[in-house]
């Protein structure tokens, strides 16, 4: 069965339809979901929706676009919205240049932070980079007592041979279908088995052939479709290779 480590249910987009939705989807094949949370409410409300539906886990973070009106305390709570049995990893966090870069230093702050409650809490990582390649490598390089996943990673070939042989995962999302996807494709061919996971985040970055629509975890069968052609193995290998990355990384039950 399927399992979806990058899934924002938590998300207005589902608003109507959320809790129905959940509940269908393990006889669509999806054994488990993960719900990075992205600010402190939605950290809150991913980790609610964990406590209701037992497939359901989720990660507490802050993402580096959120951090306009962070209060003074956000680490300790961060750390206590985290104290549950359903808190899977800290996430997602990371750096994004892409829509502005004017933050920069508090964005590599509150990222590092997070890395170090990351491993006193002895959780994973779920990174966002984007458009910040050099720096998101830089600060991986001196934080070596951290693992986990670079989420829809968008960096080079030669940065994810790196990060591989730092013992990173990497997650592969709907862009891999694209038809400009040939780096992702690429990077995807050099990406061993035992290191790749599958997500749709949800509700956005929807696959080929629902691309524009609100994505969810039922489309991941296009993701791993994709990657069993790149990698000449069967849909059957890629579902059960990469529910074992999940639960060997996020050490679900
Ligand atoms: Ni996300």
């Given at each position: 069965?399927?399992?979806?480590?990058?899934?924002?249910?938590?998300?207005?987009?589902?608003?109507?339809?959320?809790?129905?939705?959940?509940?269908?989807?393990?006889?669509?094949?999806?054994?488990?979901?993960?719900?990075?949370?992205?600010?402190?409410?939605?950290?809150?409300?991913?980790?609610?929706?964990?406590?209701?539906?037992?497939?359901?886990?989720?990660?507490?973070?802050?993402?580096?676009?959120?951090?306009?009106?962070?209060?003074?305390?956000?680490?300790?709570?961060?750390?206590?919205?985290?104290?549950?049995?359903?808190?899977?990893?800290?996430?997602?966090?990371?750096?994004?240049?892409?829509?502005?870069?004017?933050?920069?230093?508090?964005?590599?702050?509150?990222?590092?932070?997070?890395?170090?409650?990351?491993?006193?809490?002895?959780?994973?990582?779920?990174?966002?980079?984007?458009?910040?390649?050099?720096?998101?490598?830089?600060?991986?390089?001196?934080?070596?007592?951290?693992?986990?996943?670079?989420?829809?990673?968008?960096g080079s070939a030669e940065m994810a041979s790196?990060?591989?042989?730092?013992?990173?995962?990497?997650?592969?999302?709907?862009?891999?279908?694209?038809?400009?996807?040939?780096k992702?494709?690429e990077v995807?061919?050099l990406?061993?088995?035992?290191?790749?996971?599958?997500?749709?985040?949800?509700?956005?970055?929807?696959?080929?052939?629902?691309?524009?629509?609100?994505?969810?975890?039922?489309?991941?069968?296009?993701?791993?479709?994709?990657?069993?052609?790149?990698?000449?193995?069967?849909?059957?290998?890629?579902?059960?290779?990469?529910?074992?990355?999940?639960?060997?990384?996020?050490?679900?039950?």
């Amino acid at each position: 069965m399927y399992i979806d480590t990058h899934a924002h249910y938590d998300d207005k987009a589902f608003d109507t339809d959320r809790n129905e939705l959940l509940s269908l989807l393990p006889a669509y094949g999806v054994e488990a979901i993960i719900d990075p949370g992205c600010n402190l409410s939605s950290s809150m409300q991913a980790r609610s929706l964990a406590e209701a539906f037992p497939h359901v886990y989720f990660a507490a973070g802050i993402h580096p676009e959120e951090l306009t009106d962070l209060p003074d305390d956000w680490l300790s709570q961060i750390t206590r919205i985290a104290d549950s049995t359903k808190c899977v990893a800290i996430g997602e966090i990371g750096l994004d240049y892409y829509w502005d870069a004017s933050e920069k230093e508090l964005q590599k702050q509150v990222f590092e932070a997070q890395l170090k409650i990351a491993h006193s809490l002895n959780l994973p990582v779920i990174i966002h980079d984007r458009e910040a390649h050099g720096d998101c490598f830089e600060i991986i390089s001196r934080h070596r007592e951290n693992r986990g996943v670079f989420h829809c990673y968008s960096g080079s070939a030669e940065m994810a041979s790196e990060l591989l042989k730092m013992g990173w995962y990497l997650g592969f999302d709907g862009p891999i279908t694209y038809k400009n996807a040939r780096k992702a494709v690429e990077v995807l061919s050099l990406t061993p088995l035992d290191k790749i996971l599958i997500e749709t985040d949800s509700p956005y970055l929807s696959p080929i052939p629902v691309r524009g629509k609100r994505n969810d975890s039922r489309n991941l069968r296009f993701i791993v479709e994709k990657i069993a052609e790149v990698k000449g193995l069967s849909v059957e290998e890629i579902v059960s290779a990469t529910s074992q990355n999940a639960k060997m990384l996020f050490q679900l039950a």
